[in-house]
T-cell receptor
Framework: EAGVVQSPRYKIIEKKQPVAFWCNPISGHNTLYWYLQNLGQGPELLIRYENEEAVDDSQLPKDRFSAERLKGVDSTLKIQPAELGDSAVYLC????????????????FGPGTRLTVL | AQSVAQPEDQVNVAEGNPLTVKCTYSVSGNPYLFWYVQYPNRGLQFLLKYITGDNLVKGSYGFEAEFNKSQTSFHLKKPSALVSDSALYFCAVRGPGGSARQLTFGSGTQLTVLP
């Protein structure tokens, strides 16, 4: 079974430029997550999708970040414009999302995209 | 609010010796607890989880973890460490519902197994 796929793996941009990250979850997984991981810290949730619906985006900085999950499969996370403080690893994860089992679901992570903003 | 504490930033152990990576948590209601491992330039890999039942949970690569409700702990253990176990380990907790539905991670513990 293929794991969570993310691209690109690395991205270097100048501040104020836009950037986009792509994620393809494990086949059949209904729930998709985007996390931010700063150096030396654990991941922090940015947004969670159940199928096409963003059900938890309370920690997404909506002034510059946006996300979409068209057709409930692939997802894209965008930053526009990027700031120096956005340099981090952006992780995508997915889980089965079975009804009634959300809290016990195991999340499976992709390799992440390391963003460097100069 | 739920939280996870990993009190040790760094743990060093000799190859062949037992290892323990500590984790304590705070959550309203019954906790669901997870351990993940992260190798350099890789995403997080799932090791094991506690949902209910037996307090000793066995996972991948010979790792196990013991849930202790009275001490609100979920320490990761392995009887005999390998050099290849050297990595960054994260403990995570999720509560049963509402705002606790997010998975909250600790800050990580860097495990180094010395040959």
């Amino acid at each position: 079974e293929a794991g969570v796929v993310q691209s690109p793996r690395y991205k270097i941009i100048e501040k104020k430029q836009p950037v986009a990250f792509w994620c393809n979850p494990i086949s059949g997984h209904n729930t998709l997550y985007w996390y931010l991981q700063n150096l030396g810290q654990g991941p922090e949730l940015l947004i969670r999708y159940e199928n096409e619906e963003a059900v938890d985006d309370s920690q997404l900085p909506k002034d510059r970040f946006s996300a979409e999950r068209l057709k409930g499969v692939d997802s894209t996370l965008k930053i526009q414009p990027a700031e120096l403080g956005d340099s981090a690893v952006y992780l995508c994860a997915s889980s089965k999302g079975l009804a009634g089992s959300y809290s016990t679901d195991t999340q499976y992570f992709g390799p992440g995209t390391r963003l460097t903003v100069l | 609010a739920q939280s996870v504490a990993q009190p040790e930033d760094q743990v060093n152990v000799a190859e062949g010796n037992p290892l323990t990576v500590k984790c304590t948590y705070s959550v309203s209601g019954n906790p669901y607890l997870f351990w993940y491992v992260q190798y350099p330039n890789r995403g997080l890999q799932f090791l094991l989880k506690y949902i209910t039942g037996d307090n000793l949970v066995k996972g991948s690569y010979g790792f196990e973890a013991e849930f202790n409700k009275s001490q609100t702990s979920f320490h990761l253990k392995k009887p005999s460490a390998l050099v290849s176990d050297s990595a960054l380990y994260f403990c995570a907790v999720r509560g049963p519902g509402g705002s606790a539905r997010q998975l909250t991670f600790g800050s990580g513990t860097q495990l180094t197994v010395l040959p």
